[in-house]
């Protein structure tokens, strides 16, 4: 007999270890529990961002002189390219949406 698929599939349990609560703040750079303004938080994530290039940068160099090894580079290397990545994406969704805001009747 076949067993049914949900049966084969791993089961995970979700709740919190020791009763604690999730972080209500997820974002990066985000204080938890601070009501933080969406210009500071995007503010914080670019900053975020420019460090991780900046920290990827130094490690290529560290690499080409011979300091650091290949799997460090190659790690710092793909890192710098989500990130970069990342804020393509963001960069696209705040182009289309200020088109779409433009496009609205007043």
């Known amino acids: 007999m076949i067993p049914a698929i949900g049966s084969t599939l791993p089961r995970f349990d979700i709740t919190p270890v020791g009763g604690a609560a999730f972080p209500s703040a997820t974002l990066p750079g985000a204080a938890a529990g601070a009501g933080a303004d969406f210009s500071s938080v995007m503010s ?63």
């Open 44 to 106: 914080q994530v670019a900053a975020d961002a420019v460090n991780g290039l900046k920290a990827a940068e130094q490690v290529s160099i560290q690499g080409v002189q011979g300091s650091a090894s290949t799997q460090a580079v190659v790690e710092a290397v793909m890192n710098a390219e989500r990130t970069l990545q990342t804020a393509v994406a963001v960069r696209d969704k705040v182009v289309s949406a200020y088109l779409e805001l433009s496009r609205m009747a007043i």
